[in-house]
């Protein structure tokens, strides 16, 4: 402990701001976030073209996950030593040299051990960092701490429901009281943009996911970063169903030691037709929130437009939906690839004409024919806004 004066310092500050004036860390923040605001406006280089963005990106198995909105960034976690070389390759493919905020979720090597080499790329400024007070004892963990000390960044502790606001998102975060098991010491962060939400859990695991369900936290998202990569002790059903999401993501690498996802997370997600997306088998996946429309694209070339469930009333409508579809759906059998006026993705609900350039992007598997567009409707589907099918 003598080892992070500075970090020390910080945590006794915060505690005394808190101590007098309540929400000064939320102000604090604020400020930060608007002076960014206006140093990045002129900043002609930004990938952003509107919306919120959320980039998982692929690092192997590890977490780490940017987030993006109006030409402000958050990187959450930079995966395990050795591979911060990939996300500053991402940073830079994606034309990003400022990290607003830097957020390390618990000290667990897969996921701080490449911030190092992410605060010590000199072509990405970072201004702030986020982290929780759970420490650990590797060397790694020291040096990346000395590191941030000696560099005087903006360190924030931050609390259950503090807020950061990242250009029109704003991220609420859960903040657990530090515990043995440095999983469930994950800050948790639910993004929300435009009435769309996301939720990314870290390692999290059922014990953190019932405190925040205990306390009270908003969980209710449209998309969901499982739990500590799939694991079967995170996603608990009760967690799962006060959730609700429309898709997982699941962060893990290819044939990894854990066995990440676990078969009991797959289960529970093909139980409810939860569609799930992942890094091992996808390459880094691009989730979008858009004019009221989430979509989805991935390195490895798949493309998906969601519609959005405003809230969980519309989700379980679109829900019964689908299953009187699978009733009804005899009428619609003769619909074949060659015969079909326009083809659905399964799992996003979307409608497309056949000749549209998603569809040759979707995968086989996802692909539903139709003839009739009365027909596709009347089974839950949205018709997609690229190309209008009528
Ligand atoms: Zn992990
Ligand atoms: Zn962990």
Known sequence: MKKYPKILSFILAIVC??????????????????????????NTNSSTDGGFTIHMIDIGQGDSILLECNDEYMLIDAGELGQGG???????DHNVTQLDYALITHPHSDHYGGMLDVLKNESVTTKNIVMTEAMNTTRTWEKLVDYIDQKNYNVIFP??????????????MYVPEIVKDLNNCSIVVRAEYD??????????ESSEEKLMLDEG?????NVLKAGHHGSRTSTSKKFLTAVNPQIALISCGKNNDYGHPHKETVKKFNDINLPMYRTDELGSIVVTFNNGNMSLHTTN????????AQNNTT??????????????STSTKKATKKTAKYVGNKNSKVLHTKDCATVSKMSDANKVYFISYEDAIAQGYTPAKDCNPQ
Do not use: P, R, W
């Not at 259950?160 to 609420?172: C, P």
């Open 17 to 42: 701001i808190t101590a007098f004036s309540g929400c000064d860390i939320l102000d604090a923040v604020t400020t930060v976030s608007s002076d960014t605001n206006t140093s990045t406006q002129n």
């Open 86 to 92: 990939i996300v500053n390759d991402y940073l830079k």
């Open 159 to 172: 609390k259950t429901n503090d807020t950061i606001h990242l250009g029109d998102t704003t991220l609420t």
């Open 195 to 204: 009435g769309m939400s996301a939720i990314l859990t870290g390692d999290a």
């Open 217 to 221: 936290f908003n969980v209710q998202a």
């Open 301 to 308: 070339g798949t493309s998906e437009e969601i519609a959005i």
């Open 315 to 328: 989700t379980a409508e679109s829900k019964t939906s689908s299953n009187t579809s699978s009733k009804t």
